[in-house]
Every structure is written in structure tokens, then in C-alpha cells.
């Protein structure tokens, strides 16, 4: 059974920085691609960022944050991580972490098999 944990996620002010975590069990994500996908009450998952598996030398982001955040893999610690810098009000969402159970990077939700339950971040003015 595989399991996805989301943290660090939270309250920061308009142009502060967090950095979420994302760490799996149940199997070994080195060589799997890694997405990071936020969700709004009343709106669609948006792809947010994604890293291929192994060395995780191929990223891919959304116009919205790229610039801002950067994603990142540590296989040592089975964990994926999104730092998130430059915040902004409309950067207030639900972060989910997901697996995908390939190497590539994939920008649709549908191409992720494995979902976390998410961690809040708000930003405020």
C-alpha cells in the first residue's frame, strides 16, 4: 500500500517563502515521476509541478508559479519536495503531492496514480 504525506504547509505573507514536503511509504519512489497539484474550493486540480524519476534532471512547471517555485527530489528520503518563494494571495490552495508510476514528468492529473491528502497554504496580505 502505497501512502503519500504532505507538510509544511501554512500561514505566510504576501512575498514570504514555505518549502512542502512530500514523503511516500510503501515503495520506493526513485524512479518515479512526481507532481505537486493545488486545489481551490469551487475550482479544478491545477497542475502545479513535476520531476522526472531517478536523478530528477527534467522539471516541468505552470506559467503561474514558474520562477517562484522549484521542485526537487531526494530519493535517499523518499521524499519530493516544493520550495515555494515569492508567494502570492492567488497561491492560497490545497498542495497535493502525487505518484506516477513511470519516469516521465506528467502535467494531467490523470496520468498520476497515487494522491496525498494535501496540506493548506494560505498567503495573506
Known amino acids: 500500500q502505497v501512502a503519500l504525506v504532505e507538510s509544511g504547509g501554512g500561514l505566510v505573507q504576501d512575498g514570504g517563502s514555505l518549502r512542502l514536503s512530500c514523503t511516500a511509504s510503501?515503495?520506493?519512489?526513485?524512479?518515479?515521476?512526481m507532481g505537486w497539484f493545488r486545489q481551490s474550493p469551487g475550482k479544478e486540480r491545477e497542475f502545479v509541478a513535476a520531476i522526472n524519476g531517478g536523478s530528477g534532471g527534467n522539471t516541468d512547471y505552470s506559467d503561474a508559479v514558474k520562477g517562484r517555485f522549484t521542485i526537487s527530489r531526494e530519493n535517499e528520503k523518499n521524499t519530493v519536495y516544493l520550495q515555494m518563494n515569492s508567494l502570492k494571495l492567488e497561491d492560497t490552495a490545497a498542495y497535493l503531492c502525487a505518484l506516477r508510476l513511470d519516469y516521465g514528468v506528467g502535467l494531467r492529473p490523470s496520468s498520476y496514480t497515487y494522491w496525498g491528502q494535501g496540506t493548506q497554504v494560505i498567503v495573506s496580505s
Open positions: 510503501g515503495r520506493s519512489i526513485s524512479n518515479l515521476g
